[in-house]
């Protein structure tokens, strides 16, 4: 087990009814609110009436700022910060997915910036300082609501990279699983393959493979994912299965589930953000395509010790192909696309995916080269 620091200041406001206790925490923080969201799905599911009204009985003004895409924007950001100087907001508010939560966090540390805010994605500048963040998760599935990244699309450079900061954990985060009960079925398959994703990176990069608490975490957390995401698909009404399914997905990538791992990696990330910047294909479609591919690689790689392990614990599986199938197939029950070609990428674009990965790989500090990242992706055609 390697040193750590582990350190999560964000408050967890978990449960039903919960959403109107984001008006009282924003005051605390500030008058003027930059509200953020996306596309309109918080004005049919209740969201939008209640943060709003929750904010003007606080005193908290806002103004709004929606149209946040999936796989967040460049440009939309520096509207957003355009539109809190412009307006004096001390204060963001986000109520949807991590899409929202993102663009609101670098809308945070970009008002705090004097230079542009893609400085801190392409790592010419380190985050100081932000606006005070609050969030209403609608989507389980990315942990941005609990920790201190945020991932944004440079669509003039179709890169899609992450920028850090510890000023970037939001101050409060509402999960109310009842927000969940209104997302279309592929929207919950995307967010159990990436709470999965986030469970595994870690897992099956560590050099460090001696850390039993560690381990048990991440197996336990993807027998949630799993068995919550089954009973969702089967009554998506069930809340206890919405609970379990929300609070898991923020444990997946709040910093626990890696405690004690060392010289870990995000491989499966790096690629799939360049599926996602080259062709807008869904975070999670696009994890479910490079997992088993990358798998496939690793066994090759690094032999079947973490696959054995993670299968016999998760799976019930006897031996790393095994281990390797079952998650398979579990994103194809869940609904998610497994090969590239299902997700509508041809095979001929394998070269231009991998150069445009290994630019992420680099910022990441990891050394694969290109030869190595068209393996996994010819294993995922
Ligand atoms: O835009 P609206 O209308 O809100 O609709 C959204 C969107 O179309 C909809 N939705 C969200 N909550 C809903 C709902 N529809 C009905 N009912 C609800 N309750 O779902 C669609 C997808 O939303 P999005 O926010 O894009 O999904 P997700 O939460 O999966 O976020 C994906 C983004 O987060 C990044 C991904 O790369 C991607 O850009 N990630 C962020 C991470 C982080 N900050 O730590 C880590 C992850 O690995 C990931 O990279
Ligand atoms: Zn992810």
Request: with cysteine.
């Amino acid at each position: 087990m390697q040193n750590f620091n582990f350190v999560n200041p964000t408050r967890i406001v978990f449960g039903k009814g919960n959403v109107p206790k984001i008006g009282a925490e924003a005051a605390k923080a500030g008058r003027k609110a930059l509200l953020v969201y996306g596309g309109g799905s918080i004005k049919k599911n209740g969201v939008y009436a209640a943060v709003t009204a929750a904010l003007k009985q606080n005193g908290v003004d806002f103004v709004e700022h929606p149209g946040v895409k999936p796989n967040p924007v460049l440009s939309h950001v520096r509207e957003g910060i355009k539109k809190a100087l412009a307006d004096g907001c001390d204060l963001i508010v986000a109520a949807g997915g991590g899409s929202v939560i993102d663009e609101s966090k670098a809308i945070a540390a970009g008002a705090k910036y004097s230079g542009d805010v893609w400085d801190f994605f392409c790592g010419k500048a380190g985050i100081k300082e932000a606006l005070p963040l609050f969030t209403v998760l609608t989507l389980p599935a990315t942990g941005s609501e609990m920790n201190s990244g945020c991932v944004v699309t440079n669509e003039e450079k179709a890169q899609k990279y992450s920028a850090h900061g510890a000023a970037l954990f939001p101050r409060v985060s509402v999960l109310d699983p009842e927000t969940t009960l209104t997302l279309p079925r592929a929207q919950v398959a995307n967010g159990a393959v990436d709470a999965l994703a986030h469970l595994i990176e870690s897992y099956f990069t560590t050099a460090d493979r001696d850390v039993a608490v560690t381990d048990e975490i991440v197996h336990a957390l993807a027998r949630s994912v799993i068995a919550s995401t089954r009973r969702i698909l089967k009554d998506p009404a069930d809340y206890a299965a919405r609970a379990s399914m929300m609070w898991t997905a923020t444990l997946a990538l709040n910093g626990l589930a890696s405690c004690g791992y060392g010289g870990t990696s995000f491989p499966n990330h790096a690629i799939e953000h360049s599926l996602s910047a080259l062709y807008d294909i869904a975070h999670g479609a696009g994890l479910a395509v490079v997992m088993p591919a990358w798998f496939k690689w690793h066994l090759r790689k690094a032999g079947p010790e973490r696959l054995e392990k993670f299968g016999a614990a998760v799976f019930g599986t006897k031996d790393a192909g095994a281990a390797i199938a079952a998650f398979e197939s579990f994103f194809r029950e869940a609904g998610a696309p497994v090969r590239l070609s299902e997700a509508g990428i041809p095979a001929a674009d394998i070269p231009r995916v991998a150069e445009n990965a290994l630019g992420l790989m680099q910022m990441w500090g990891m050394s694969y080269t290109r030869a190595e990242v068209e393996e996994v992706l010819k294993l995922a055609a």
